[in-house]
């Protein structure tokens, strides 16, 4: 690879079968086209492609419209694009960026779902956008719960994503039993649905179910559509050329009929915003739209107040009927799929960019910025 006038940006990514076999492929080929316009090139590795002492990385680059196998140096902006779904990738991820300490991290990592409710309800306003959330202990709270609350609770990994096993509990009535009925998705992200007879063997099945998991347990919210359908709002919040948080783009994500989630990889859809609030919220529909965004400029500077330095976030957001807000998730390696479904071709062609427009900002102040991130841990 040839040297550029800045740098090399190196993003570390999960396997995946293909040519070349990584992760994200679309999204790396587009970073890869548009680096030269901001005087960067770009590697694409595996935390396996990584050599023990950090000296050299072994992976993939696009090069005369094709992808071609490459040795480099290290990087000198380590992209993290890793999503960790086993115990062995952890280890593979930790050793990786352990050996490119000497990379700039283009971004730090934030905590699991209750790490990230622990953090935001310190602030007055952050604290009104989120339900009631509890971390789930034993079948015992949860059956309380369940005692208290009509519609039932909602149960979901502290650390999951993409809606796996996810789990919506309801206590019957008595005339019916008294048991308990649950749906949600399985470690496939296969929706599933029972019926329990009786409230111990219900009980039983959600302890087996949850296993050694962390989870947390919130209150079901009636977050769905006039037609019954489960939606929420995904905002990408990016930061610019100039180091500033920007909002790059919003999608209203639509789950199918049967399902408990929206989101895509369960066998949801996208639709532009402002057409879809608007057939469900009538003229407030531009309003939420509004607050919508002022929630989102809000939550990423106090994130990055306890987590150290961060460029881009995906904020989760539900509406109930009323047009509540409810910050459902925050993911600090989101996906951006929904705007290529939307048809937003600004927003596509933004979050595939304003990685690069950012890597460029860390490059040219990276001199008077080494020591604050020297002193920032890594976090996944």
């Given at each position: 690879m040839t040297e550029t006038a800045l740098g090399l940006l190196g993003i570390m990514t999960g396997r995946s079968h293909g040519n070349p076999p990584i992760a994200e492929p679309e999204f790396c080929t587009r970073l890869c086209r548009a680096a030269p316009l901001y005087d960067l090139q770009v590697?694409?590795?595996?935390?396996?492609?990584?050599?023990?002492?950090?000296?050299?990385?072994?992976?993939?680059?696009?090069?005369?419209?094709?992808?071609?196998?490459?040795?480099?140096?290290?990087?000198?902006?380590?992209?993290?694009?890793?999503?960790?779904?086993?115990?062995?990738?952890?280890?593979?991820?930790?050793?990786?960026?352990?050996?490119?300490?000497?990379?700039?991290?283009?971004?730090?990592?934030?905590?699991?779902?209750?790490?990230?409710?622990?953090?935001?309800?310190?602030?007055?306003?952050?604290?009104?956008?989120?339900?009631?959330?509890?971390?789930?202990?034993?079948?015992?709270?949860?059956?309380?719960?369940?005692?208290?609350?009509?519609?039932?609770?909602?149960?979901k990994p502290r650390a999951g994503s993409h809606g796996k096993r996810t789990l919506h509990a309801v206590r019957l009535p008595r005339s019916k039993g008294g048991g308990i009925s649950l749906r949600g998705r399985d470690g496939a992200n296969l929706p599933f649905q029972h019926v329990f007879g009786s409230l111990d063997e219900g009980l039983g099945w959600v302890q087996d179910f949850t296993g050694s998991r962390r989870y947390i347990i919130q209150p079901y919210l009636q977050l769905t559509d006039r037609r019954g359908l489960p939606f929420d709002v995904r905002v990408l919040m990016q930061k610019n050329g100039h180091g500033a948080w920007m909002l790059t783009g919003m999608a209203v994500r639509l789950g199918r009929p049967d399902s408990l989630t929206s989101n895509l990889h369960g066998g949801g859809t996208?639709?532009?915003?402002?057409?879809?609030?608007?057939?469900?919220?009538?003229?407030?529909?531009?309003?939420?739209?509004?607050?919508?965004?002022?929630?989102?400029?809000?939550?990423?500077?106090?994130?990055?107040?306890?987590?150290?330095?961060?460029?881009?976030?995906?904020?989760?957001?539900?509406?109930?009927?009323?047009?509540?807000?409810?910050?459902?998730?925050?993911?600090?390696?989101?996906?951006?799929?929904?705007?290529?479904?939307?048809?937003?071709?600004?927003?596509?062609?933004?979050?595939?960019?304003?990685?690069?427009?950012?890597?460029?900002?860390?490059?040219?102040t990276s001199a008077a910025n080494t020591r604050v991130f020297a002193a920032e841990p890594l976090r996944y």
């Open positions: 590697i694409v590795f595996h935390p396996y492609g990584v050599a023990s002492d950090g000296r050299t990385v072994n992976g993939y680059t696009w090069e005369d419209g094709q992808w071609k196998s490459v040795c480099t140096s290290a990087p000198d902006v380590l992209y993290n694009r890793c999503l960790i779904t086993s115990p062995q990738e952890k280890r593979a991820a930790s050793s990786a960026l352990a050996a490119l300490s000497r990379s700039l991290p283009w971004s730090r990592g934030i905590p699991d779902k209750w790490g990230v409710y622990e953090i935001l309800r310190r602030s007055r306003r952050a604290a009104g956008l989120l339900p009631e959330t509890r971390i789930y202990k034993d079948t015992g709270e949860l059956g309380t719960m369940l005692a208290e609350r009509e519609q039932g609770v909602f149960l996208a639709v532009a915003p402002l057409p879809f609030l608007l057939a469900e919220y009538g003229k407030s529909g531009e309003e939420l739209l509004q607050e919508l965004a002022a929630a989102a400029a809000l939550l990423p500077p106090l994130l990055e107040e306890a987590c150290g330095r961060l460029g881009e976030l995906g904020l989760d957001f539900g509406l109930d009927p009323a047009g509540r807000i409810y910050l459902l998730e925050a993911n600090s390696k989101p996906g951006r799929t929904v705007f290529r479904l939307t048809g937003d071709r600004r927003a596509a062609r933004l979050a595939a960019e304003n990685p690069l427009r950012y890597t460029r900002h860390l490059l040219l």
